[in-house]
């Protein structure tokens, strides 16, 4: 299974991801609060792909799928926003972003989005 870095800067959202991600066995590596960790933790843990919060304190996810990609322009970041940010998810997806899911998030969802974006 996967290795994961979730990057929120809600404490809630970051549980609930993690809670998702074990139950399908994936490996929550490490969690960042908001777009500064993100990319410190990314570039010390390589995961195999990243959840990213848009709207963050420091650096939004934007900002940080931009710094990571990069550093790795082959990583696989999936982007989380809530309902009503069209237009940030479509920025998140023309900055490079792999994949998207809206809160609040059924945990299949997720995980079919997870499962779609480590096949490509």
């Known amino acids: ?10 404490i809630v959202s970051r549980t609930n991801l993690k809670t998702i991600l074990q139950s399908a066995q994936h ?6 609060v908001n777009g500064e960790d993100g990319l410190e ?10 959840t990213m919060d ?3 304190p420091k650096r939004n996810g934007i900002e940080c799928l ?5 550093h790795d322009p082959e990583a696989r970041v999936m982007m ?9 998810i479509l920025e998140a997806v023309n900055s ?15 995980l079919e989005a997870v499962t779609e974006l480590l096949s490509e």
């Open 27 to 32: 490996e929550v590596v490490g969690e960042g």
């Open 66 to 70: 931009k710094d990571i990609l990069e």
């Open 41 to 50: 933790k990314f570039l010390a843990l390589r995961p195999d792909m990243v």
């Open 96 to 110: 490079g972003a792999r994949h998207y899911i809206t809160k609040p998030y059924e945990p299949d969802k997720v």
């Open 80 to 88: 989380i926003s809530a309902l009503g940010q069209g237009a940030k």
């Open 1 to 10: 299974m996967a290795r994961i870095l979730i990057v929120d800067d809600s």
């Open 54 to 56: 848009i709207t963050m």
